[in-house]
């Protein structure tokens, strides 16, 4: 096992002795198999360049498929030798609908760099013929303006993206199976050479990306960078575009109009900015978190209490919000730290959470309230993204009050907020798999985070890994697909691209993250516990004294805007009462007081836009 270079986990197919021939003969997609040796020191160092490879090119599966088989495998010894492999690692590619007999290509090409591979994938697939075409394969040749200026001004139910280039480019071939599995949007290619085209479209840069509305009108597509990345990311964001899920892959009409598959979420829709982080969001996770989570565990003792009372204090110092939330974990955090009991009774937590800190004024939101956590139906999105969003407040602000956890004991680790987390996630997240994948990320590389800035980058690639591998499962939500995140349209200048690969910039996605997730870019906006007031003497908070308004004003970029549904208007807040979930009243009343003086008085700072 030690010596297994690829693991379920990665986004490849692992081939063996009993399942090469079946997978890739006859198949309805050609294979790119990579045949190497455990042992093999050029095997071991080039897995990861083939995980890489493999990722990126994920979305292309349905056209052609990245596989791995270990020849070093005893089992495996005798389908090598069958298959010809005399040298490790050994590239092979079969066609589509290939015979049983056939033993596969082998690729000797010049080098092995992912550029050079994506390119020879795309060759494999360009030269089958229309009798073996890749049945779920669009066609990647070129079309000419007499093909394409008739679509001009025609209505449609999806959105054409003319993609023109020059003619060694591979960007369009690539663009059309990047959105392979996405429908609501068709993509093809044109040439630079074609002058009719570039007249009537005005076309005068290369590569460019020209869209036809479903409306019947047509513009260029802007992207901040003529990159693959940004054409493909640009056009999985448009309205209606959204990926095809396993069991509707066949593009079921529905899908190609953009509807949502599953059925609609009773709840009023909440339109909301994609830019911004809302504290409803974070509040409905505390409230969760406090009310339905921890309610599985009777009784908090031992570890399990320890990690409660050091979330509890985390959360205390950290939560940037100055108002109920934060004094009444303070206020728990006080009670856990007093008691000199070993065993606490969940029901006593509750009791103070819910009944005893409202008689002087402080409570939790009543009610779960998902605004940028929200999905286009019950059961997506919702607890599991708001608890990643409070973590990336957590490191962040972590961050911007660098002082704020000193004498609470956690200060003596490198990366405070991470060891929360993952304490928090072993023992408490209902998730019990995504507890284990966590947590195998966190033993393989958390203990190497050593300042502040590399625990905020930690959690942002540690998330970014985890959309990469559950894009397209049955959890991705089709109105917001999991993708590489933040996606171009939040962050022009986190994307590069590197020798045709793309890279991010992480000085870049640093300061976008501390700018994203600051106190200054929290939006108040469905709240459900009352803003701070300043005091008469205080500066007002820019934050707290926004009113919702001048938040949701139209016209950003990362409005969201729901189709087909009402959108919820400001609620009044109102306290959680046990009996009731809608009775109303209870203010803040002094909620704040005393805070400063507990918690760092350092506020964090906007760097500003610039992304
Ligand atoms: C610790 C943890 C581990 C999980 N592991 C699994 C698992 O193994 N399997 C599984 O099926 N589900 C897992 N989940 C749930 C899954 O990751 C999603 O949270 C869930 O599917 C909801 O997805 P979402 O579309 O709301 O976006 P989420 O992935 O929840 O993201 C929430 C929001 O965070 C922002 N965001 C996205 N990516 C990043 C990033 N890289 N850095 C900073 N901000 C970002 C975006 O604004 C996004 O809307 C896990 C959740 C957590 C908290």
Known sequence: AAARLYTEEDPLVILSSSSLKPTVSNSSSAWLVQFYSSWCGHCIQYSSTWKTLAQDVKDWQQAISVAVLDCAQEENFDVCRDYGIKFYPTFKYFRAHSPPTDIGTTYR????????????????????????WPEHCPSLEPLSSVELLPLLG????????????????????????????????EVKRALSTDLPLLDTLKITDFPSVYLLHPNGTHTPLHVDKRLRF?????????????????????????????????????EPWRDFDRSKVYT??????????????????????????????DFVTLVTKLYPDGGSVVKLMETLSDWLLSLPLQRIPYQAVLDLVDNKMRISGVFLGAELRWVGCQGSRVG??????SLWT????????????????????LEVEAAPVLQVMRRYIRTFFGCEECGRHFEQAAAASMDKVETREQQILWLWNQHNMVNYRLAGSLSDDPLFPKAPWPSPSLCASCHEEKNGVHVW????????????????NLSPQYSLTPPRLPAPHQDPDPVQTRRPQEEHRGGGVGEMKKPEQKAEKQPEPRPWTPGSQRREGGGSGGAHKGRRSRRSGRRCVDPGDGF
Do not use: W
């Not at 090409?109 to 073996?132: C, F, K, P, W, Y």
């Not at 209505?155 to 429908?183: N, W």
């Open 154 to 185: 025609q209505r449609s139910d999806h959105y054409t993206a003319v993609i023109v280039e020059k003619p060694h480019s591979y960007v369009g071939r690539e663009v059309i199976l990047d959105l392979l599995q996405f429908s609501g949007v």
């Open 230 to 266: 940004f054409f493909s990311s640009s056009l999985r964001m448009l309205p209606g575009v959204q990926r095809r899920h396993k069991s509707d892959s066949s593009s079921s009409s529905a899908s190609q109009k953009g509807a949502l598959p599953h059925k609609q979420n009773p």
């Open 390 to 409: 409070l973590f990336h407040v957590l490191t962040v602000q972590h961050d911007a009050m660098p002082t704020a956890l000193d004498n609470t004991g």
């Open 109 to 132: 090409g010049a080098d092995r760099e992912i550029q050079s591979v994506r390119r020879l994938m795309v060759n494999i697939l360009q030269n089958h013929t229309r009798l073996d």
């Open 505 to 520: 910039n992480q000085e870049n996605v640093l300061r976008f993250l501390r700018h994203h997730y600051s106190a200054s």
């Open 280 to 309: 409803a969001d974070l509040e409905s996770a505390l409230h969760y978190l406090l009310r339905v989570e921890l309610a599985t565990h009777n009784m908090l003792e031992g570890e399990e209490l320890k990690i409660f009372k």
């Open 380 to 385: 997506l999105r919702g607890y599991p993204c």
